[in-house]
């Protein structure tokens, strides 16, 4: 069964504290990304990879951090330095190009308190 | 400014009945156009996918429509049900770039 996985469905943390959330996908795509959805605001990207070993920041990359070690992996960090982190998390895969559909998987809530 | 204006923010419907959501935007250069469909606390979903030159696209009870010129798309969902609750989004790709979301119109479905 092809598909995006994204764990946990919820994460909570304490204030401080650095985070990672994970996104596998079998579907054999070479391009992933990562979006951060907040209420009421579209999607913005906070970095995307092309290709494993490679990774570009997004729109807002700051206080986050990712690896890309093998095709089916790219986890996402939260560091302590994302002065908002409370948001609900989407990782996406697709053949490179974004001319190309992305496929999302099923996000991760993270709460900070 | 390279962006996706939808509309109605929100729009509650009863079910049965059709429904058209729209969606404006001034990206260019324009490559696609994507309305994805996200129910609550899950991932987007792909509808339809549109390029310069097509001007519909269907999906079962869903119909997409697109204006180039007018920088148009409009979402028409045919004989609702209740699992059409959910949120809806426009997506448009700026080509060689960017995907640029727009902020989604949330329908409820009553019954």
């Known amino acids: 069964d092809g598909g995006i996985t994204q764990s946990p469905k919820y994460l909570f943390r304490k204030e401080g504290q650095n985070v990672t959330l994970s996104c596998e996908q079998n579907l054999n795509h070479d391009a992933m990304y990562w979006y951060r959805q907040d209420p009421g605001q579209g999607l913005r990207l906070i970095y995307y990879s092309q290709i494993v070993n490679d990774f570009q920041k997004g729109d807002i990359a700051e206080g986050y951090s990712v690896s890309r070690e093998k095709k089916e992996s790219f986890p996402l960090t939260v560091t302590s330095a994302q002065k908002n982190p409370t948001a609900f998390y989407l990782c996406?895969?697709?053949?490179?190009?974004?001319?190309?559909?992305?496929?999302f998987g099923p996000g991760t809530r993270l709460t900070v308190t | 400014k390279n962006q996706v204006e939808q509309s109605p923010q929100s729009l509650i419907i009863l079910e049965g009945k059709n429904c058209t959501l729209q969606?404006?935007?001034?990206?260019?250069?324009?490559?696609?156009l994507r309305w994805y469909k996200q129910d609550t606390g899950r991932g987007p979903v792909s509808l339809t996918i549109m390029t310069f030159s097509e001007n519909t696209k269907s999906n079962g009870r869903y119909t997409a429509t697109l204006d180039a010129d007018t920088k148009q798309s409009s979402l028409h969902i045919t004989a609702s049900q209740l699992s059409d609750s959910a949120s809806y989004i426009c997506v448009v790709h700026q080509a060689g770039t960017a995907l640029i979301f727009g902020k989604g119109t949330t329908l409820s479905v009553s019954s």
């Open positions: 969606c404006n935007y001034t990206v260019s250069p324009f490559s696609n």
């Open positions: 996406a895969s697709s053949i490179p190009g974004q001319g190309l559909e992305q496929y």
